[in-house]
T-cell receptor, first 110, second 115 residues
């Protein structure tokens, strides 16, 4: 069972559209990370957020950490085919290992 | 090396066979993690090492799973008497610090198929 619930599970959009992926939990996290994973590869870290209410921008990607540090969102502006992949959120709870969400599979059609 | 290296990339095992999966973390990284990823799911935690000490093995699904990191660098995940439900991608990750909250670097994984 995953402590972190991601929605939607699947998303297929056209190039140029905007999208938001959500990561929710009943647990409080000391930090939250977002990863992107492509087929046959391991997840690659995109960003780490540590402060409640924090917003980080990475080119067309905007990451937000909820005020209560229980949820996060990833917003992609003007999606491109290169954004296609599995997006994973992961939280640090005080155990020494990250807990991962179930993932959001994004496909951007040209 | 520059990244986390895992071998083999693919392993097909007959049911009941023992397998050993290897992970070479980034040189100098203190923490090493093993995760299991089923098809279409997020990675599930198996075990964690800080240097050579196994600090958390709460995610190992059964006593058929065993991991070691004897010299604080290379790690091996061993699965004895493999079962079909063990089929998954096994990911190794390392981190430079004692906690993982500054991000992990993952290897490409070992895809294990038990037939």
């Amino acid at each position: 069972t995953q402590l972190l619930e991601q929605s939607p599970q699947f998303l297929s959009i056209q190039e140029g559209e905007n999208l938001t992926v959500y990561c929710n939990s009943s647990s409080v996290f000391s930090s939250l990370q977002w990863y992107r994973q492509e087929p046959g590869e391991g997840p690659v870290l995109l960003v780490t957020v540590v402060t409640g209410g924090e917003v980080k921008k990475l080119k067309r990607l905007t990451f937000q950490f909820g005020d209560a540090r229980k949820d996060s969102s990833l917003h992609i502006t003007a999606a491109q085919p290169g954004d296609t992949g599995l997006y994973l959120c992961a939280g640090e709870t005080g155990r020494r290992a990250l807990t991962f969400g179930s993932g959001t599979r994004l496909q951007v059609q040209p | 090396g520059a990244g986390v290296s895992q071998s083999p990339r693919y392993k097909v095992a007959k049911r009941g066979q023992d397998v050993a999966l290897r992970c070479d973390p980034i040189s100098g990284h203190v923490s090493l993690f093993w995760y299991q990823q089923a098809l279409g799911q997020g990675p599930e935690f198996l075990t964690y090492f800080q240097n050579e000490a196994q600090l958390d093995k709460s995610g190992l699904p059964s006593d058929r799973f065993f991991a070691e990191r004897p010299e604080g660098s290379v790690s091996t995940l061993k699965i004895q008497r493999t079962q079909q439900e063990d089929s998954a991608v096994y990911l190794c990750a390392s981190s430079p610090r004692g906690r993982g909250d500054y991000g992990y670097t993952f290897g490409s994984g070992t895809r294990l198929t038990v037939v």
